[in-house]
C-alpha cells in the first residue's frame, strides 16, 4: 500500500513540474512571439510549452548515480567526478527559470526591452531546456 501511494505522490510531483515547465514555455514564447513576427503562431506556443513540460519532468528530480554501499563511492565514479546529469540538470533549471522569471516581469511590468534581451531570453530558455531533457535522458540510461 505505502509503494503505491509513493509512486502515486511522485507521479504527482512529475506532473507538476510539468506543468510548471510549460507555463514557463508559454510566459517565454508569449514575451518572444510578441517582439518577434515570424514566431507569432499557436504553433510556436505549444512547442515551447511542450518543451518546457518534457524538460521540466525530466530535468528536474534525476534518479542519483547507483551507490556502491562496499567502498562508499557511487559506481563508475572517481573521487571528485562531477556528476554529468546533475550539473546539466540544475544548470539547465537555472536558465529556463531565469528565462521564464524575466520573461514574466518583462510582461507584468509592461517593459518594451531592446531585441537583443529578447532573443537572450529565448537561448537562455532553449539552452536550459535542452540541458534538462540530455541530463534525464542520461540519468536515466545509467540506471
Keep these: ?9 511522485h507521479v504527482l510531483e512529475r506532473l507538476g ?6 507555463a514557463g514555455g508559454l510566459f517565454v514564447a508569449a514575451l518572444v512571439g ?10 510556436f506556443l505549444l512547442l515551447m510549452m511542450l518543451g ?16 556502491d554501499s562496499a567502498n562508499g563511492t557511487s559506481h563508475g565514479s572517481r573521487d571528485g567526478e562531477i556528476d554529468t546529469p ?15 522569471f524575466a520573461s514574466v516581469g518583462v510582461i507584468v511590468l509592461r517593459y518594451d526591452p531592446h531585441l537583443a534581451w529578447i532573443w537572450m531570453i529565448m537561448v537562455g530558455w ?8 540530455v541530463a534525464g535522458a542520461i540519468a536515466r540510461r545509467r540506471r
Design 34 to 43: 510578441t517582439s518577434i513576427a515570424f514566431l507569432t503562431s499557436q504553433a
Design 1 to 9: 500500500m505505502q509503494t503505491r501511494v509513493r509512486k502515486t505522490a
Design 52 to 67: 518546457g513540460a518534457v524538460g521540466f519532468y525530466l530535468g528536474i528530480d534525476t534518479p542519483p548515480r547507483p551507490f
Design 126 to 133: 532553449l539552452a536550459g531546456v535542452a540541458m534538462q531533457i
Design 17 to 22: 513540474l510539468a506543468m510548471a515547465g510549460a
Design 86 to 100: 546533475e550539473l546539466l540538470s540544475a544548470v539547465g533549471t537555472f536558465l529556463a527559470a531565469g528565462a521564464s
